[in-house]
C-alpha cells in the first residue's frame, strides 16, 4: 500500500493500534505498520534490550528487535497462528519462527508437509517461501519467559484480527500452535467473523478441531513446538505431520 494513509506516527497505545489496523488497507500495508509499534512499553524494553545485548554465540548479528510480522502468501488457505516471536529467534532475525529451534521443527514439517520450498529457516532472506499457508502470532514482540500479559495480549489483538480479517476470502483452516493461540482465536473469530464463539468454548488438545460456524475457518489445535515440547518428545515430527496432514485436508489442499 502506499499513499498517505501508510505514513502514520508509530502507535504508541493501545487505541492507535485499534486504528492503524483498522484502516490497514493490505497485508503490506499492515506488516509496515506492524513492525513500528510501540504500544507495549513492556515488551518494547525487552525486545530492544535483547537486541542490544545479544546471546553470545549472535554477538556478530545485528538484531531486528522490533515486532515481527506475519509471513506468507496473502492469499493462503491454512494459517499457523502461533504465541509470540522468541527472544533470539524471530527477534533475532524478523522473521516468524526463524533461527530458532522451534522453527526448525516447523518449517522441516512445512517441507515435509508441500508447504514450504525448504526445510530450513534462519533468516529473513534464505530463500524459503510458503505455499497456501501464512504464519503469524498471537503477540507481535518478543515478551520476557515467552509470556505476554494480558493487557499486552489485547493490546496486540488488533493486528491480528486485521491480519486474519485481510485473508479471511481465502482463509479456511487455522492450526493454533498451543494453548495461548487457541485462545487467541476466538476473539479474532468473533471480531473478524461477527459470531460469537460457540459456548462453551472447544477445549484445546492436540489433534482439538473446532468448527467455527457456518462460515468461518476450521480450527485446529497442535502442541506448539516449542523445545519443551519436541525435546521431551510431547510433539514428534509425525504427529507434526499428521496435523498438517489433516490441516491439508480440510483446507481442501490434500
Ligand atoms: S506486542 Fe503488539 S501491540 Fe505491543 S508493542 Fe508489540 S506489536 Fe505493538
Known sequence: MTGPADLTEPAHTPGEVVTQAATAADLTGLDRRVIECRACPRLVDWRESVAATRRASFREQEYWGRPVPGFGPDDAPLAVLGLAPAAHGGNRTGRIFTGDRSGDVLFAALYRAGLANQPTSVSRDDGLTLRHTRIFPAVRCAPPDNKP??????????????????????????????????????????????????????????????RCGATGPVLLGCYHVSQQNTFTGRLTPAMLDDVLARAKELAGLA
Open 149 to 210: 500479559t494480558p493487557a499486552e495480549r489485547d493490546t496486540c489483538a488488533p493486528w491480528l484480527h486485521r491480519e486474519v480479517e485481510l485473508i479471511r476470502p481465502t482463509l479456511r483452516v487455522v492450526v493454533a500452535l498451543g494453548a495461548f493461540a487457541w485462545a487467541a482465536w476466538w476473539p479474532a473469530f468473533s471480531r473478524v467473523y461477527g459470531q460469537r464463539p460457540p459456548s462453551p468454548r472447544p477445549a484445546f488438545g492436540h489433534g482439538a478441531i473446532a
